[in-house]
């Protein structure tokens, strides 16, 4: 076999076997197809797409690059949720102990931010104490025990798709919707789950700005599960806002606990009841989402879900006091209101402005080499459909003062993110479309 061969062939919209397509990915990921020969394939893919034969074959080869994770002596079914990614996605740190607590097992590994705001690692990692590394033994024993575990992901999982994504970023085919969810799905089936829910995000602070590129997104993503032999199903969510009202590790998390205490914003706790509830029919504790979301509903309402968390604090040497009481979370030295210029309804919120924001003021990371400040971040207190008058507080930003220099450029993108209108604006939907091996629900 020879790399410009296979790459003719995809160029001229061929179907590659699933041996040329190990060919490919073995020999880019140990040097011997270099980088303009693997680039010149993947803007073939870019142009010329793939069967859902293909990419589940892509998948497969680039999951069995590296660690494969083997989940079996963890009893029941192990259910998995991935999300494509947004503004103020706490979901995991609501979702992992609810689903937990009542009675699917989380075996859940996790990556870090970057860009906007950190990932749920570096969000557990705002509770003084939280170890996100755990010995596989250890990280089996403990889901065992309590039915739950977060850990940050194994430094050999997925190093072909690593090396890939480093490659498809600086040759313009990152946009591939084969590409993008072979890369997602490779980490998914490595890490082991028997089942997988998707969060797919839409809008303007998702990586999918469009309804029917989510869709598409969300219909490979559940192709390549039903191919290997996952049960999968995606949930299109809306990211044309940030989620809730908090972005920024510990107020993110301050949020979610708040969340568990029935006391959080609706619009997360609708997301996260939602993708719970899929989690727990995947996992066979419930035949129908109203089934499901009463059994949630129960572990909200007694405040099982919230001692879960504490139980995954606690197993994992985090501070318990801090989920008691969140005030005890980092906080920002310095705190600044944005403020409307003018009386309406909140139209609109550019949900990457807000996250960019965030980052200014030390809450995500502008390279992977940044260190981010837990404490930093951006607090909504208006979202669409709310109405406000000239002077009111649109949002407040939370800031130490190593990142004080970029406090004026977080207000202008704050208050540029922000559209007012003179009339009410109806509030905006939290779910799009269900997509499943049957089909595409539309809401």
């Not at 303009?36 to 589940?56: D, I, K, L, P």
């Not at 494509?84 to 699917?104: I, R, S, W």
């Not at 939280?130 to 992901?153: H, T, Y």
């Not at 044309?240 to 009202?245: I, M, N, S, T, V």
Request: aromatic letters at 4%; one cysteine or more.
């Amino acid at each position: 076999m020879r790399a410009v061969d296979l790459i003719r062939k995809k160029r001229e919209g061929r179907e590659l076997t699933g041996d040329e397509i190990a060919f490919l990915v073995n020999g880019y990921s140990n040097g011997d197809i270099p980088d303009y020969q693997m680039s010149a394939w993947a803007m073939a893919v870019f142009y010329q797409g793939m069967s859902a034969r293909e990419t589940a074959d892509l998948t497969m080869a680039m999951a069995h690059s590296g660690d494969m994770i083997d989940l079996s002596s963890i009893h029941g079914i192990k259910v998995d949720k991935h999300s494509t990614g947004g503004v103020g996605d706490k979901t995991t740190v609501v979702l992992a102990p609810l689903v937990a607590a009542a009675g699917v097992p989380v075996a859940k590994m996790s990556g870090r931010g970057l860009g906007h705001t950190g990932g749920t690692i570096d969000k557990l990692e705002a509770i003084s104490g939280f170890s996100v590394e755990l010995g596989k033994e250890d990280f089996f024993r403990q889901v065992n025990d309590i039915g739950l575990a977060v850990v940050g992901q194994s430094g050999n999982m997925t190093p072909a798709d690593k090396k890939l994504y480093a490659l498809r970023d600086v040759t313009a085919t990152v946009e591939s919707i084969p590409l993008i969810a072979s890369s997602v799905m490779s980490k998914k089936i490595a890490a082991g789950a028997d089942a997988i829910v998707l969060d797919v995000k839409t809008g303007s602070g998702a990586f999918m700005k469009t309804l029917e590129d989510s869709i598409r997104l969300a219909k490979a993503m559940v192709d390549i599960g039903t191919q290997v032999g996952r049960s999968t199903v995606a949930v299109i969510s809306d990211m044309d806002q940030p989620l809730g009202h908090a972005i920024g590790n510990a107020l993110e998390i301050k949020e979610a606990v708040l969340t568990l205490r029935g006391q959080g914003p609706a619009d997360l706790e609708e997301v996260c009841l939602i993708l719970a509830s899929h989690m727990l029919i995947l996992g066979g504790k419930a035949k129908t989402e109203e089934e499901a979301s009463a059994l949630l509903m129960e572990q909200l309402d007694s405040g099982r879900a919230l001692e879960k968390l504490k139980e995954l604090v606690a197993a994992q040497g985090g501070d318990i006091a801090q989920i008691d009481n969140p005030e005890l979370l980092p906080q920002a030295e310095l705190v600044v209101e944005v403020q409307a210029p003018a009386e309406g309804y909140i139209e609109s919120i550019q949900a990457e402005e807000i996250g960019i924001a965030a980052m200014l003021l030390g809450a995500g990371r502008e390279t992977k080499d940044s260190v981010i400040d837990l404490a930093a971040g951006v607090e909504l207190r208006k979202k669409i459909g709310d109405s406000v008058k000239a002077g009111e507080t649109l949002a407040v930003l939370h800031f130490n003062p190593a990142h004080q220099s970029g406090q004026a450029e977080a207000a202008r993108r704050v208050l540029q993110a922000y559209g007012i209108s003179g009339t009410k604006v109806p509030r905006r939907p939290l779910v799009f479309a269900l997509v499943t091996p049957e089909g595409v629900k539309r809401f």
